[in-house]
């Protein structure tokens, strides 16, 4: 069974700090692994990965795959208070819905 | 990037009616539509998928007869809870997968619907 592993659940850090989010899979057909930000209302599109080791930017987020390992890292420097929300990583495994972590909750405090 | 919209936003009925939620790609055809469910402090939930002119695949425990769904054209799904309960009550999420090469991703979200069952 296809499963995505996102850790830590739940993070709580103060504004200027940097932070790095991590997701894991398992998934039989792996075509890409993506970044979204949730905030009030349904989840934002950050980054698509596809190639291992290419570094995707925006910003003060960073993200990369390693598929060696099975996994990703989603960077974020300087956090600011608007960067509060719920992370999710998802992988497109082909033509079948995109499998979902169950986030990270990140809350910057000022 | 491509463009998907929900309809309502935010939804309150009473208990025994039925509330149906539109799902539309503004600017793609999206021959596969999903709907999600999410719980507060929870993450997605895949309820179904929807395919164009054909029965959606509802997910193990999700009541087909309950969510109806109905994917009648290439850029609309419906989702209809039926005799809806306070149990019910959720944000419902919606996506659909746009043509392959579109920037910004496979499957792209819509606003969400937060539907309350009084």
């Known amino acids: 069974e296809d499963k995505v592993v996102q850790s830590p659940l739940s993070l709580v850090v103060h504004e200027g700090d940097t932070v790095t989010l991590n997701c894991s899979y398992e998934v039989t057909n792996f075509r890409s692994l993506l970044w979204y930000k949730q905030e009030k209302k349904a989840p934002t599109f950050l980054f698509m990965l596809t190639s291992s080791g290419i570094e995707k930017k925006s910003g003060r987020l960073s993200s990369i795959l390693d598929k060696k390992e099975l996994s990703s890292i989603l960077n974020i420097t300087a956090t600011q208070t608007g960067d509060s929300a719920i992370y999710l990583c998802a992988v497109d495994a082909g033509n079948t819905p995109l499998v979902f972590g169950k986030g990270t909750r990140l809350s910057v405090i000022a | 990037g491509a463009v998907v919209s929900q309809h309502p936003s935010w939804v309150i009925c009473k208990s025994g009616t039925s509330v149906k939620i539109e799902c539309r790609s503004l600017?793609?055809?999206?021959?596969?539509m999903f709907w999600y469910r999410q719980f507060p402090k929870q993450s997605l939930m895949l309820m179904a998928t929807?395919?164009?002119?054909?029965?959606?695949?509802?997910e193990q425990g999700v009541e087909k007869d309950k969510f109806l769904i109905n994917h009648a054209s290439l850029t609309l799904s419906t989702l209809t809870v039926t005799s809806a309960h306070p149990e019910d009550s959720s944000f419902y999420i919606c996506?659909?997968?746009?043509?392959?090469?579109?920037?910004?991703?496979?499957?792209?979200f819509g606003p969400g619907t937060r539907l309350t069952v009084t």
């Open positions: 600017d793609f055809q999206a021959t596969t």
């Open positions: 929807s395919n164009e002119g054909s029965k959606a695949t509802y």
């Open positions: 996506s659909a997968r746009a043509p392959s090469g579109t920037v910004g991703g496979e499957q792209y």
